[in-house]
């Protein structure tokens, strides 16, 4: 019998994630942050930051957003990309040079349900943010 180990075994015993977060610490996320400047990387950090409220993974708010409804990323990929808003509001962050204050953000008309077609709309992340410091109380 061989004593090297088998493909499985090393592949097992590598630590992607780790090596994924030591990458990106080398890197200053230049990949990722490169790809959440395009269309497709906005809505995918849009979802991704949809998907813990809902949950109750962020503690701090968890009043605010744990059990509502979160339609699928499917369907928020297929809403987003059909949205003039959306359109319009990511060409104005892509010519401002990417500022944080035009960045598209997602806004809940009805702040009580979730994230679900016609209760959402695009809104610039800075009048999201003053949106937000209303509902909060």
Do not use: C
């Amino acid at each position: 019998l061989s004593t090297e180990p088998s493909w499985r075994t090393v592949y097992m015993a590598f630590d992607f994630l780790k090596w994924q977060r030591e990458y990106r610490k080398r890197t200053v996320n230049k990949v990722t942050n490169s790809y959440e400047k395009t269309r497709g990387g906005k809505l995918m950090r849009t979802y991704r930051n949809m998907k813990p409220r809902t949950e109750g993974v962020l503690k701090k708010k968890a009043h605010l957003y744990m059990g509502l409804d979160l339609l699928s990323k499917k369907d928020f990929y297929n809403w987003s990309k059909e949205s003039f808003e959306f359109e319009s509001l990511f060409l104005l962050w892509e010519s401002s040079g990417f500022d944080k204050k035009l960045s598209p953000s997602i806004d809940r008309i009805d702040p009580s349900r979730g994230y679900e077609i016609g209760n959402m709309r695009w809104s610039t992340h800075s009048h999201n943010s003053a949106n937000t410091r209303r509902h909060d109380g």
